[in-house]
């Protein structure tokens, strides 16, 4: 033990440069990563800076001195001041918190379920049917939706007017668009998500459920005493992940599938930036509210990291 303490020493001890010579060939390994990130994590941080300053279509994009035109906080002023900006924020928020109520513990629950699928070939064909959604595009997932939910032939619809009901214009209705966004996510995201739960239950020790057996503990013991604390550090981490992107959502889904009647539930930061860059061309407003959510969601990370490893010792770092 001693030996390989002092070897670890002297080897700590030798210059940087010495060492990465010596593993030469994992850092050759690691450099196109390296690159990668640098090129499109690290250099497009330079873009924040449209956020102050009034930038126009033409302008150079490494301007000097007055063609910079800085304008400081400006751009969040005026998106804070806006009749936009409470809107947007509470969708966002509200988008956020139903999905993590209604929709974060999908995945668990179809992760517990399947576990007890004793039949192999029965439970590998109902996990491959359930994660296929996720490889399908989000267009034409909400195409789909958009399809279902017509008025006059929408399946949804027609099975309602079977059972005397009246057809209903279900993406002309506010109230009706949250539910129908955030089941339609659940839907396509449950199976995929259930692929990490599966994998630590699948790292469970079995002879706790041996043990559990012996002391005549059921199925439905062995998975709430057994199988939820085994996975609980997995549940945990994602749950942090979850809550760190909470200013973010599936914003590709909402805008393929709302329009200007449903904004007052519908409109979120994603779908704002999204109008005030791409169709407005006000790049600098757009980056700033898009810096704003980002720095929330970083926010938001470091809080729920910092309570989890208070309250359940699992945290990310």
């Given at each position: 033990?001693?030996?390989?303490?002092?070897?670890?020493?002297?080897?700590?001890?030798?210059p940087?440069?010495?060492?990465?010579?010596?593993?030469?060939?994992?850092?050759?390994l690691?450099?196109?990563?390296?690159?990668?990130?640098?090129?499109?994590?690290?250099?497009?941080?330079?873009?924040?800076?449209?956020?102050?300053?009034?930038?126009?279509?033409?302008?150079?994009?490494?301007?000097?001195?007055?063609?910079?035109?800085?304008?400081?906080?400006?751009?969040?002023?005026?998106?804070?001041?806006?009749?936009?900006?409470?809107?947007?924020?509470?969708?966002?928020?509200?988008?956020?918190?139903?999905?993590?109520?209604?929709?974060?513990?999908?995945?668990?629950?179809?992760?517990?379920?399947l576990?007890?699928?004793?039949?192999?070939?029965?439970?590998?064909t109902?996990?491959?049917?359930?994660?296929?959604?996720?490889?399908?595009?989000?267009a034409?997932?909400?195409?789909?939706?958009?399809?279902?939910?017509?008025?006059?032939?929408g399946?949804?619809?027609?099975?309602?007017?079977?059972?005397?009901?009246?057809?209903?214009?279900w993406?002309?209705?506010?109230?009706?668009?949250?539910?129908?966004?955030?089941?339609?996510?659940?839907?396509?995201?449950?199976?995929?998500?259930s692929?990490?739960?599966?994998?630590?239950?699948?790292?469970?020790?079995?002879?706790?459920?041996?043990?559990?057996?012996?002391?005549?503990?059921?199925r439905?013991?062995?998975?709430?005493?057994?199988?939820?604390?085994?996975?609980?550090?997995?549940i945990?981490?994602?749950?942090?992940?979850?809550?760190?992107?909470?200013?973010g959502?599936?914003?590709?889904r909402?805008?393929?599938?709302?329009?200007?009647?449903?904004?007052?539930?519908?409109?979120v930061?994603?779908?704002?930036?999204?109008?005030?860059?791409?169709?407005?061309?006000?790049f600098?407003?757009?980056?700033?509210?898009?810096?704003?959510?980002?720095?929330?969601?970083?926010?938001?990370l470091i809080?729920?990291?910092?309570?989890?490893?208070?309250?359940?010792?699992?945290?990310?770092?």
């Open positions: 033990m001693h030996s390989v303490k002092g070897a670890k020493t002297l080897y700590n001890k030798k940087l440069l010495i060492r990465i010579w010596q593993h030469k060939v994992i850092y050759l690691l450099l196109p990563i390296v690159i990668h990130v640098v090129i499109f994590s690290y250099i497009p941080m330079y873009g924040l800076t449209l956020a102050f300053r009034d930038f126009r279509i033409g302008d150079p994009l490494f301007p000097v001195g007055e063609a910079a035109r800085w304008v400081g906080l400006r751009n969040f002023q005026d998106f804070f001041s806006s009749i936009y900006a409470f809107r947007t924020i509470r969708n966002t928020i509200l988008n956020s918190v139903f999905s993590l109520i209604f929709a974060f513990w999908v995945p668990i629950v179809f992760a517990l379920l576990n007890e699928i004793r039949h192999i070939k029965y439970k590998r109902v996990q491959t049917i359930s994660y296929l959604p996720y490889f399908i595009s989000s034409i997932i909400a195409g789909l939706a958009v399809t279902f939910l017509n008025e006059r032939s399946m949804v619809n027609n099975i309602i007017e079977f059972f005397g009901g009246q057809r209903v214009e993406l002309m209705i506010p109230e009706a668009f949250r539910p129908i966004h955030i089941t339609i996510g659940s839907w396509q995201t449950f199976g995929w998500g692929i990490l739960y599966l994998a630590a239950i699948a790292g469970i020790d079995q002879n706790l459920y041996e043990a559990a057996k012996i002391d005549g503990a059921n439905l013991q062995q998975a709430w005493h057994i199988t939820l604390p085994g996975i609980s550090p997995t945990f981490i994602l749950l942090i992940f979850t809550i760190g992107n909470m200013m959502g599936d914003v590709e909402i805008l393929l599938m709302y329009n200007p009647s449903v904004y007052s539930t519908a409109d930061l994603g779908t704002y930036i999204y109008r005030q860059g791409m169709e407005m061309s006000r600098s407003l757009s980056t700033a509210v898009g810096l704003f959510a980002s720095t929330v969601n970083f926010a938001l809080l729920a990291n910092w309570s989890s490893r208070r309250i359940t010792g699992n945290s990310v770092w």
